[in-house]
């Protein structure tokens, strides 16, 4: 196992908090203090290199059969998010669900993945089980990806706004619903139907959550994206804004 998966395994979660793992590009690892393991986007292969020339530039912080997750949920099928080679290896324990977007049907079907733990979730769809929820938010990925939706996750208590690959809709980061979040986690790469990074900032500062987090950075050199041109400008405009290394955690 890697020190990733060694550290997911190993953190022990207080009562009232979760921990969040970023595992690179838009992928993340929520634990609760009852153990319960969500993975949300992870991106573990380097298929995107095989089927399109997107080949990765940092390496995976760990291996799809490293950890047995709980649920795992994905936001649209662009294979940076719903892992083609990956998918399948986290489904085969048979207990893991699979919780995604309406465009992933044609992935999961082609793949061969048993329907019995899969739910597919559109627009305003909430999935709900013990201590998780998940409601499938609007996202605007443009003509990409049509039917690709973001999180509004209540988790072990807490809320997390994930929203997906998206570009700047001022009624989306205006909505109540979506704001004062515990943590929220957005794009910044400023292509392909994404955020920019300041862009990033200005949803930041219309939603008022806890904490934010960007993602979808360092992954591709196609995808671009400048943390510290982020961080800089949460910085000038009062955003906590904590920083992950990746494979390492914040417990919020």
Known sequence: MTDTANAIARVAVP????ACFWLGQAGFV?????????????????????????????????????????????????FDHFDPDSVPLMMQNGRTKLICASDCATECE?????????????EGEVFCEGEISAEAVSCDHGSLAPLAVGFLFGIAGKKIYFTGDTSFREDYFTDPRRSRADLLILPINGAFG???????????????????????????KEHGGDPQKFYVRAQEEKLNAPLIPMGDHLLF
């Open 15 to 18: 009562q009232g908090k979760v």
């Open 30 to 78: 929520f634990k609760t203090p009852g153990g319960v393991l969500i993975a949300v986007d992870p991106y573990f292969s380097d298929c995107c290199n095989r089927y399109f020339g997107f080949r990765r530039i940092t390496p995976a912080v760990m291996r799809a059969t490293d950890v047995e997750f709980d649920y795992l949920f994905a936001s649209h099928a662009h």
């Open 110 to 122: 082609r793949l061969g993945i048993d329907g019995k733990n899969v739910v597919f979730l559109k």
């Open 194 to 220: 994404n955020l920019n990074e300041e862009e990033a900032v200005r949803a930041a500062c219309l939603l008022r959550p806890k904490a934010v987090i960007p993602c979808h950075f360092w992954n591709f």
